[in-house]
Each structure stands twice: as structure tokens, then as C-alpha cells.
């Protein structure tokens, strides 16, 4: 296995031993302007089991992070502090405070104990800024003695200025919502059940409010909108395991509205945030600067994410994203939003070291177009490829009409992660297999090639379709962002130590179909 800390990924979360799932409780605080992320964690293992702990990191920038250990412990060594969310109680409903706590550090922390009988809803609080926490004396504040009953997501309503709980009652298939009024009794109010996929359970449900941008122009964010004529819709997220159409782990969304009680779909579609293989439990940060819908996901997937060859720590955070919903291209006459994702990075905490701009290239299938990027490649990549398609000059159906974008290793250039699309199906394609590692080649749960429907992002003055995609490799994790965000595929991939991408190749497998508008290659390293 890879155990080189020369193979931890430069950005994304992961800690420094051990296991880690789900992220919990994450939350900004306005007094420190620190990113808080809390995490499913076994410390002493590579594996999932009891006792499970929270783990905690923070994060100035949500691109470098600073481990701080355990933060929140179960109740024995047979019990799991299982995940759960963190609410700030300015106006200390709760009671947990005084004036010694600023109104923005009035952490609660409400989550599930899981113990052989049952599990239950607990909560506890910390009094120095979220680094150490008390345990509320007359836990649980929510038991209705069920085994199945978990992963409490709190959010501040409002309208109705209640706190409001989700929770799953898992293989009911159910999201409990629970309303209350100090964070200590909850009451229950509603069922939002069996949709989406089902899968074998429902798990890690939340409620959020998102904002709903009208115009299509990528360049609009909800920084550059006036913030008093933004629209929001409510979205609930849900993750399934196993049971997701590829295999696994998935994580889902419904768009509706919620009046502090119920929640509505708009209607019974399913869709994901992300369709990779990839991103699981996602959740959202309560108290974000500016009401922005910051989430985060566990990048892996529990088929597999105990046996992937990494040590001496599992796994991976996926980037934090901000969320948004828009009316879905190519149709913005259509009053359907979709979820749109934008990784968050700040590049001024990194350096480019090499970069590569390209306008304009046909491709043919006389010889592939290589950019090496190799010099100081540590793995860590971001990319843009744009392209158009015309269709009207295939001439042979024989063969796949395909565009392929390999990203080589600096190693050996025989093991590669191929990206591409293909016409007929309509897919943009992803083979993680080329790998010389057992795990990669023998795992049956570790499947290696994925295909992803795509609509173009927008017709060109000619007809033709054109088709984005943005692209984040850190070490052995790629996040693609298509068309602006509308759809997204996160894919960990695993390759012979310290072979890192950096050799980029663009080849097509019929003339003059593909041409690449814009293509900026970034090789970045903090
Ligand atoms: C989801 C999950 C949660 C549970 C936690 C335990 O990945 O199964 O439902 O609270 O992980 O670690």
C-alpha cells in the first residue's frame, strides 16, 4: 500500500492517522473567521467501529487545514459518537451559557450516541470556542428506542424562530423533522419519506435554504448579487448506502419548500450532487459569512473506502463547495433549477508553478497533443477544457467517436486516469483502472469506469453543441465541475507510490469532430 506522506493530498482534509467517515458539526465562527469541520474518526484504526470519536480541524481558507485530535467522545468504548450537526445559540436558548461566551461561540453540538440498544440524540456544548466539550447532564434530549434512528442535521427557522432538527429513521426510509425551542426538548412534526432512491438505508439528512440565482451567466455569484433581491428555495439533502445506481454510497437532493414543519418536494425527481463515486454524507456550515451555502462530503464510499491502499490514514474530504440553484442550461427558458456546485479554493495560498493556455485546436487522429507538466509535480493539478462537437463529420459509425484527455503519471506514464467524451452516448467517461495496484485491479467494489450524461453548456453561432468541464487532481482525488457546475463527479483513484499526473495527452479517434476552445492547465503546489 501507498503509505507515503508524499501522497496525502495538498488541500483536501484528511487526518493525520486513522479513520475518518462523515463530516459533523461544521460551522464558521465569526469571532475567529475560522472554518470548523468535525469528522466520524477512529484514531486507532483503519477501519470503521466502536468506539468512533469526532474528530476536529479547522481551516482559515477551507484549503489548508490544522488537526486538533478528538473533540467529542461517546458515552463508553462500546458506543459511537456517531455524526450529528453544530448549531450557534447567540441568544443561548439553551441555557448552556453566560456572558463569558460571545454570542458567536455559543457552540451546541447535537448528535446521535449509538449503543447496542438504541440510538439517541444527545447534545453538548463548548465553552472555548469548540476545541473541548461539555456533555449535557440530562442526555438524550430525543430517544424514541429505536436502533435506526439518526444523524440529527439543526438549523436556526426564522420564520417560525424555532430550531429545526432532520434526522433519518433509517430503514424506514423516513427524514423525521423535530422542532424546538431551546435544542434540549424536541417535538416532533412531520415525515418526509420514501423518496428518491431508497437503497438499504437512508442516512445524513439536512435542510437548507439555498439561494436561487436567475440569470445563467456563470459570472454571477451570490457575492456579486445584491443580497436583498436574492430568491431561495428550500433543498433537502439525503444520502443512501449501499444502493446508489454505481454502486454504494450516493448522495441525493429534493428541491421544495418547508414552512417550518413540513417539507414539499417540488416534485418526485431524484437527483444527486454528485455523481461520481466518491462524495457521501454531505453537509452544510451553519453560520457561513454571508448566508452563502457552503457544504463539504466524505470523498469515498463505504464499498470500499476501508481497503483503499493509503496509509497511515482513511480517507478524504471532498473541497468545500458553494451551492446555489439556477435555472438549468442549456434550457434557461425552463423554470427547473438545478443545484449548481463551485469548488471553493483560495489561490493565494498556492503557487503556480506551471500553466498552460491553449485557444482553439482541432484534433485529428494523426497524433495525440501532450503538455508535460512535469518539473516540480506534486500532484496537484486544477484544468479547464472546453470543446464543441460536430457531429456532421463523423464519417465512419465503426468506431466510437471519442475524445480522450489522459492525465499520465510523472513516474510511468503507463498508469493513467482517462477522462473523455464520447458522442454517441452522449457521456463524458472516466477509467480509474489503468493502475498497477491490486486494489485497483482486483477489488470487484472498486469499479473503475464511469459514465456521465452530459447536455452542452451552450450552442454555438454554428449549432454546435459546446461542453466545459473544470477539474481539481489532488494526489489521488479528481473533482470535475461540468458546464459551471450544474453536474459534478468526484472519483478517487489510486496509483503506484508517488506517481503523480502530470502529463496531460489530448487525442481524438476521428477528424475534425473535436475542437478544443479553450484548454488551461494549472500545476499548483502550496
Ligand atoms: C454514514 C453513517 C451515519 C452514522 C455514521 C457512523 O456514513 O453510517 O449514518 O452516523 O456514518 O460513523
Known amino acids: 500500500s501507498v503509505g507515503h506522506e508524499t501522497n496525502r493530498p495538498l488541500i ?82 439553551s441555557g448552556f451559557f453566560d456572558n463569558s461566551t460571545l454570542p458567536g461561540q455559543r457552540i451546541v453540538a447535537l448528535y446521535t450516541e449509538d449503543s447496542s440498544s438504541k440510538q439517541s440524540q444527545f447534545a453538548a456544548y463548548s465553552l472555548d470556542g469548540g476545541y473541548t466539550f461539555n456533555y449535557y447532564a440530562q442526555n438524550p434530549v430525543l430517544d424514541i428506542n429505536s436502533t435506526q434512528f439518526r444523524d440529527p442535521k439543526v438549523i436556526w427557522h426564522d420564520e417560525t424562530q424555532r430550531w429545526v432538527m432532520t434526522l433519518a429513521l433509517s430503514q424506514e426510509y423516513k427524514i423525521q423533522i423535530y422542532t424546538s425551542k431551546n435544542l434540549k426538548t424536541w417535538n416532533f412534526q412531520s415525515n418526509f419519506s420514501h423518496y428518491g432512491f431508497l437503497g438499504y438505508q437512508y442516512e445524513c439528512p439536512g435542510l437548507s435554504k439555498v439561494p436561487v440565482l436567475q440569470s445563467v451567466d456563470p459570472n454571477t455569484t451570490l457575492a456579486s448579487n445584491n443580497s436583498s433581491s436574492v430568491d431561495f428555495k428550500w433543498v433537502m439533502f439525503l444520502s443512501i448506502n ?92 425552463s423554470s427547473q433549477l438545478t443545484l449548481y456546485s463551485e469548488p471553493i479554493i483560495d489561490h493565494s495560498i498556492l503557487n503556480t508553478t506551471q500553466s498552460i493556455k491553449k485557444a482553439s485546436l482541432n484534433l485529428t487522429t494523426e497524433e495525440s497533443v501532450f503538455y508535460h507538466l512535469t518539473k516540480t509535480a506534486k500532484g496537484l493539478l486544477e484544468f479547464t477544457l472546453e470543446w464543441k462537437v460536430n457531429a456532421t463529420a463523423i464519417t465512419s459509425k465503426k468506431s466510437p ?103 496531460v495527452e489530448l487525442s481524438s479517434s476521428v477528424d475534425d469532430v473535436f475542437n478544443v476552445l479553450n484548454l488551461e492547465i494549472k500545476q499548483l503546489n502550496t
Open 12 to 93: 483536501h482534509y484528511t487526518p493525520r492517522v486513522g479513520w475518518m467517515n462523515d463530516p459533523n458539526g461544521l460551522f464558521f465562527d465569526e469571532e475567529t473567521s475560522l472554518w470548523h469541520v468535525y469528522y466520524q474518526y477512529k484514531p486507532d484504526a483503519l477501519v470503521a467501529g466502536l468506539p468512533i470519536f469526532w474528530g476536529h480541524a479547522t481551516s482559515k481558507d477551507l484549503t489548508s487545514w490544522v488537526d486538533h485530535g478528538v473533540a467529542i467522545e461517546p458515552a463508553d468504548d462500546v458506543s459511537g459518537a456517531f455524526s450529528g450537526s453544530i448549531v450557534i445559540d447567540r441568544n443561548n436558548t
Open 242 to 333: 449501499p444502493g446508489a445506481p454505481t454502486g454504494g454510497s450516493v448522495n441525493q437532493y429534493f428541491i421544495g419548500d418547508f414552512d417550518g414543519k413540513t417539507f414539499t418536494a417540488d416534485d418526485s425527481a431524484s437527483r444527486f450532487v454528485d455523481n461520481g463515486k466518491d462524495f457521501y454524507a454531505m453537509q452544510t456550515f451553519s453560520d457561513t459569512p454571508t448566508n452563502e451555502v457552503v457544504g463539504l462530503a466524505w470523498a469515498s464510499n463505504w464499498d470500499y473506502g476501508a481497503y483503499v491502499p493509503i496509509t497511515p490514514w482513511k480517507t478524504s474530504m471532498t473541497l468545500a463547495r458553494n451551492l446555489t440553484l439556477r435555472p438549468y442550461k442549456p434550457n434557461p427558458e
Open 401 to 503: 467517436a471519442a475524445m480522450t484527455f489522459n492525465l499520465r503519471g510523472i513516474e510511468d506514464e503507463e498508469e493513467f486516469l482517462k477522462l473523455g467524451y464520447e458522442v454517441n452516448s452522449g457521456a463524458f467517461f472516466l477509467d480509474r483502472g489503468i493502475s498497477d495496484l491490486d486494489f485497483v485491479r482486483f477489488n470487484p467494489l472498486f469499479t473503475t469506469r464511469l459514465v456521465h450524461f452530459l447536455e452542452p453548456y451552450r450552442i454555438d453561432q454554428d449549432g454546435l453543441p459546446v461542453y466545459k468541464v473544470h477539474g481539481i487532481v489532488d494526489k489521488d482525488i479528481v473533482e470535475l465541475f461540468f458546464n459551471d457546475g450544474s453536474s459534478t463527479s468526484t472519483n478517487t483513484f489510486y496509483m503506484s507510490e508517488e506517481n503523480f499526473l502530470g502529463t
